[in-house]
C-alpha cells in the first residue's frame, strides 16, 4: 500500500522568504500526487497535481512542486510566501493504474508565517 | 452545482443517536471519497465509490460506519449509535486523478 510522509510537522516563515514544504511518497511505480492547503475552518483546496509529463507543475496561489522519482518526493516551493498562505498543508498520493485504493493524504505541514 | 456540496454543515447530537450525513458530489464526478478528520488531525480514509464498482470500505472503523451511493450522485454516510470519538469533521471530495479531487466543506459533527 502508498504511503505519504510529510516530516515537518511545523515550519515557520517570515513573510517574503521562500517556502519549501517536503514530501515523501512509499509506493513501487509513479503515483498520481496532489498538494492540497486547509485555511482554518475551511474545507481543502486543490493546490496542483502531478500525474505525468513534466516534473516540473505549476499550480494556484503561485506554488509549484517538483516530482523526484530518484528520491520519491513531490516538495512543494513558493518563492516569497504572503501572510494569507498561513494554512495546514496536505501532500497526497493515488495510485496509477485504476484499483479501489484510497487517496492517501500525509498528516500535514502547519505553515507559520512571521511578520 | 459548481462545488462539492454537504449538509449539515454542522451537527450536534446525543450519545446513542445515529445521524446521516450527505455529499452532493460535482456531476460528472465518478469518483467520491469519504474521510474523517479529527481536531488538529490528517485526513482518515473512510470509503471510496467509483462509477458502479463495488465501494471500497476497508477505511470504515467499525460496523456503526455505513455509507451509500444512488450511481454517480449523492453519497450518504451513517453513523449508529453515535460516540463521543466520532466527533470530529466528516469531508466528502470527488473527482478523477485527472483533474483532482474536489472537497466539500465538511460536516462538523459534535457528539454530546
Known amino acids: 500500500a502508498q504511503s505519504v510522509t510529510q516530516p515537518d510537522i511545523h515550519i515557520t516563515v517570515s513573510e517574503g522568504a521562500s517556502l519549501e514544504l517536503r514530501c515523501n511518497y512509499s509506493y513501487g511505480a509513479t503515483p498520481y500526487l496532489f498538494w492540497y492547503v486547509q485555511s482554518p475552518g475551511q474545507g481543502l483546496q486543490l493546490l496542483l497535481k502531478?500525474?505525468?509529463?513534466?516534473?516540473l507543475v505549476q499550480g494556484i496561489k503561485g506554488f509549484e512542486a517538483e516530482f523526484k522519482r530518484s528520491q520519491s518526493s513531490f516538495n512543494l516551493r513558493k518563492p516569497s510566501v504572503h501572510w494569507s498562505d498561513a494554512a495546514e498543508y496536505f501532500c497526497a498520493v493515488r495510485r496509477s493504474g485504476g484499483g479501489a485504493d484510497g487517496l492517501t493524504f500525509g498528516k500535514g505541514t502547519h505553515l507559520i508565517i512571521q511578520p | 452545482g459548481a462545488g462539492v456540496s454537504q449538509s449539515p454543515s454542522n451537527k450536534v447530537t446525543e450519545k446513542g443517536k445515529d445521524v446521516e450525513l450527505r455529499c452532493d458530489p460535482i456531476s460528472g464526478h465518478t469518483a467520491l471519497y469519504w474521510y474523517r478528520q479529527r481536531l488538529g488531525q490528517g485526513l482518515e480514509f473512510l470509503i471510496y465509490f467509483q462509477g458502479n464498482s463495488a465501494p471500497d470500505k476497508s477505511g470504515l472503523p467499525s460496523d456503526r460506519f455505513s455509507a451509500e451511493r444512488t450511481g454517480e450522485s449523492v453519497s450518504t454516510l451513517t453513523i449508529q449509535r453515535t460516540q463521543q470519538e466520532d466527533s470530529a469533521v466528516y469531508l466528502c471530495?470527488?473527482?478523477?486523478?485527472?483533474?483532482?479531487?474536489?472537497f466539500g466543506s465538511g460536516t462538523r459533527l459534535t457528539v454530546v
Open positions: 471530495a470527488s473527482g478523477g486523478v485527472h483533474y483532482g479531487y474536489t
Open positions: 502531478y500525474f505525468s509529463g513534466d516534473t
